[in-house]
């Protein structure tokens, strides 16, 4: 079926939203994803009714969606949102370019899920505000940012250790230093990625921190002039400027409700954000980059020699593949082709290394 697969992201962000609603247990949270569902079906009908298929000839969800299912199962369909929504740019090309190959116009629905998502959240007066806040703080933190760390702390920890462990096994004959080698550069490389991933949540969090601190001094010394900021902030979104005024004289009554809104909205800020603990990041980094960086070294405990120089390359290659397989669920990709390149990438790479070792090792 020509052009089919053109249409297959809108078949799989159906599948996902009534997947989400059908484990939401707020109803009307529930109601609005089966109308997102609905949504994304009518786009994928339109596509059928406009090159004369039936609706028979509609695609079922790829792998890549039903995998997002079984995660889901696993993790909890928090992720399965935050993924769903972490991908907005990738389902919106995909419709771009199936309206432009059938002559179709463009909607502004087409690039716009996570905003259409939103507003129907907030315009709905029957979903509770735990509801709205619960789905903003899925947005920011959960879903695609938690399994794109995953994936890229595995693949950091593969490679890295990967060329070193090859590097040091074409320069040495014995496996006693290759795996001494890739023990250290395991521990080496995690170590590292775990103070890296420390230092950058501090000091985000600190700078933050500085700039809320001197917010709330401005607010102290010149309320006027921080009343007049807020209102302008209600201006900038639309309101006229005698109801923002107003507003912002509320506000202005209760100073931690308005150095939230100043924070918020001139800075950037989200409070919620700076709850994040760095020595959570940084454990995380190092067990992500432990769990890649031991594959390359497994082989070396039990075998010798060239026999486990090709274990180790068999064993990397097979998770490789395995990560380029995962970075589908961000990219839409196939499957075959992310993982192949992975894999061909990391086999280069692992290649120079042994090269460069055999080289220096026959000169010593």
Not at 51 to 58: F, I, R, V
Not at 155 to 165: E, I, K, T
Request: with cysteine; net charge negative; hydrophobic share 45%.
């Amino acid at each position: 079926m020509e052009n089919l697969s053109s249409i297959q992201t809108e078949v799989d962000a159906s599948f996902l939203y009534a997947l989400l609603a059908e484990h939401e247990e707020d109803e009307q949270v529930a109601k609005v994803f089966r109308e997102m569902s609905e949504i994304e079906m009518g786009h994928a009908r339109a596509f059928l009714k406009s090159k004369g298929l039936p609706d028979s000839a509609m695609p079922a969800p790829s792998g890549r969606a039903k995998t997002l299912r079984r995660i889901g199962r696993i993790f909890g369909y928090d992720y399965v949102l935050g993924v769903l929504l972490d991908t907005e740019k990738a389902l919106s090309a995909g419709v771009l370019n199936a309206r432009k190959q059938q002559g179709m116009k463009n909607s502004i629905s087409d690039t716009a899920h996570v905003s259409i998502l939103r507003n129907i959240l907030h315009s709905n007066k029957n979903i509770a505000g735990a509801s709205l806040a619960r789905f903003e703080k899925r947005h920011r933190n959960v879903g695609g940012n938690a399994i794109r760390a995953a994936v890229l702390g595995g693949n950091d920890g593969l490679v890295s250790n990967f060329s070193l462990v090859m590097g040091v096994a074409g320069a040495s004959a014995g496996s006693g230093p290759v795996l001494m080698t890739g023990l250290a550069g395991m521990l080496a490389g995690a170590l590292s990625m775990a103070l890296g991933e420390w230092i950058s949540v501090k000091s985000s969090q600190e700078l933050s921190e500085n700039q809320m601190q001197l917010e709330a001094e401005e607010l102290e010394i010149n309320p006027e002039g921080e009343k007049q900021e807020i209102a302008l902030i209600y201006m900038a979104k639309g309101i006229p400027e005698e109801q923002a005024r107003q507003m912002a004289d509320a506000i202005m009554e209760n100073k931690d409700q308005a150095l939230d809104i100043l924070v918020k909205e001139e800075l950037g800020i989200n409070a919620d954000e700076l709850k994040g603990s760095a020595m959570e990041a940084a454990y995380s980094s190092f067990f992500l980059f432990i769990m890649g960086a031991i594959i390359p070294v497994i082989p070396f405990f039990f075998t010798t020699g060239f026999t486990a120089i090709v274990l180790s390359a068999a064993a990397s290659a097979c998770g490789l593949f395995g990560i380029g397989a995962a970075i589908t669920l961000f990219t839409g990709k196939s499957v075959w082709f992310s993982g192949t390149r992975q894999v061909f990438f990391g086999l280069i790479a692992a290649a120079i290394t042994y090269g460069i070792g055999s080289l220096i090792g026959a000169s010593l």
